[in-house]
């Protein structure tokens, strides 16, 4: 169904006085318009019923059509402003991605650069825990007055061993003692008060706890240093970790390698810690001391006097070697009537070792009163040294002493051939 207006002009040619709308509804039809005069008419054919509209109802109409008109403009405005939004957004998105993939690279470049930094940390931290881990030693300094310790300087070396820093100990003076395992501390406190009073003490093995708890083994070497009256006035120490060398000792005692009959170490217990001792010395650039040492006449005790003394004299030996050496010595049993004892060399005394053989016999002297015999108990020694710079292994230290000892062997054999009264006395 179409409405149409039609529009009726009343007036004189040319003139517009006054206007009329008129709607006529359509239906599928044929239309005459003629022209007539000053007045448009029209006349419309139609099969069907036609209703005409009211004028008020037009004007309600064309107000609708106008509405839908301003709205149809206003949705293809809003249309528009949604499309140059959109392209807006499809712009800012664009240049987003492209900032987003630029600070991506940047990104990626930066967390590549973070891994290979990381990487080398981790790379200079490992070097440098193998480098403390294989710190096993360090000084410390103890300044004395009026008998006093009052204060303590350590080195650096003091972290990897003890897991405490220098300044530590400045800021805890008694730090270094309180330390000290309790049940090790007469050993330490005993070994000081005799420094203090003057004398020269051999070095000591005692127990440390280090910051983490830990406890470790510890050889403690204090060497005085007196004033012009010859009064100590500081003492300088070194402190070695000897904690390895403990494990060995006790996987060796858990390998049961230690002598049943003298409690030494027996030959393959010596000979694996000497080796041990060796690679320290080597290190610490501190000259060794080996003994190699024969029990006289073992086989005259044995033929005259029963195994069984020849059992108490091996026994009774073993007791002269402990009382010579210091505990951190290692002393072993190396088969039969055979001995070796590797000990540290103290420093810058080269006639340390001929001191230590009076020790040594002195002790023999001792033996032989305290304990009455059919036969004297007697030792024939040989000694070798070691130098850090050199290249002599334990089996070679070994053989140069018994050679020397064998030297000294003969020596006594020639002696009793010239006194008959102790002919009985077989070497």
């Known amino acids: 169904m179409i409405f149409l207006t039609i529009v009726s002009v009343v007036g004189e040619k040319g003139s517009t006085n006054s206007t009329a709308v008129f709607w006529i509804e359509l239906t599928p039809c044929f239309m ?5 005069e000053n007045l448009w008419t029209c006349a419309v054919r139609t099969t069907m019923d036609h209703t005409s509209h009211s004028y008020e109802e ?59 930094i990381e990487n080398a940390l981790k790379e200079s931290e490992e070097r440098l825990r193998r480098m403390v881990n294989a710190v096993t030693a360090y000084t410390y300094s103890v300044e004395v ?14 972290f990897p061993v003890t897991g405490y820093m220098p300044d530590d100990y400045k800021t805890s003076p008694y730090l270094w003692h309180d330390m000290i395992y309790e049940d090790d501390r007469q050993v330490v406190n005993k070994a000081i008060k005799k420094l203090l009073s003057g004398q020269d003490v051999p070095s000591i093995e005692h127990r ?25 006035i500081r003492y300088d120490g070194l402190i070695e970790d000897i904690a390895k060398r403990k494990n060995i000792e006790e996987e060796l005692r858990a390998a049961s390698i230690i002598d049943d009959l003298t409690g030494l170490h027996n030959r393959r217990g010596f000979l694996a810690l000497a080796q041990q001792q060796l690679k320290i010395a080597t290190r610490l650039k501190r000259p060794l001391l080996l003994f190699f040492i024969d029990l006289d006449g073992m086989k005259w005790i044995n033929d005259n006097c ?13 007791t002269v ?19 070796a004892v590797l000990a540290f060399e ?9 001191r230590i053989n009076r020790r040594i016999q002195s ?3 001792a033996e032989n009163l305290r304990q009455p015999s059919t036969y004297t108990l007697s030792l024939s020694i040989g000694t070798a040294r070691y130098d850090s710079a050199s290249s002599a292994t334990v089996e070679d230290l070994l053989a140069k002493a018994d050679s020397l000892m064998y030297d000294q062997k003969q020596r006594k054999k020639k002696q009793m051939v010239q006194q008959p009264a102790q002919d009985d006395l077989q070497a």
């Open 32 to 36: 005459v318009f003629k022209l007539h």
């Open 58 to 116: 037009a004007q309600e109409i064309e107000k609708l059509r106008q509405k839908l008109a301003d709205a149809e403009r206003t949705r293809l405005k809003e249309i528009e402003a949604l499309r140059t939004s959109l392209e807006q957004l499809e712009q800012q998105f664009s240049e987003r991605t492209a900032e987003f993939e630029q600070k991506n690279e940047a990104l990626i470049t930066e967390i590549a650069e973070r891994k290979r």
């Open 145 to 158: 007055r009026d008998g006093q310790a009052v204060e303590t300087t350590h080195s650096m070396g003091c």
């Open 208 to 232: 440390l706890i280090r910051r983490d708890g830990k406890v470790v083994w510890v050889r403690n070497t204090m060497v005085p240093h007196r004033d012009e009256t010859g009064q100590v």
């Open 306 to 318: 029963g195994h069984a003394e020849g059992d108490m004299a091996l026994i009774r030996t073993a």
């Open 321 to 339: 070697l402990k009382a010579s050496f210091r505990e951190s010595d290692i002393i072993g049993r190396m088969g039969g009537d055979e001995f």
């Open 346 to 354: 103290s420093e810058n005394d080269e006639g340390s070792a001929e």
């Open 363 to 365: 002790n023999i002297d």
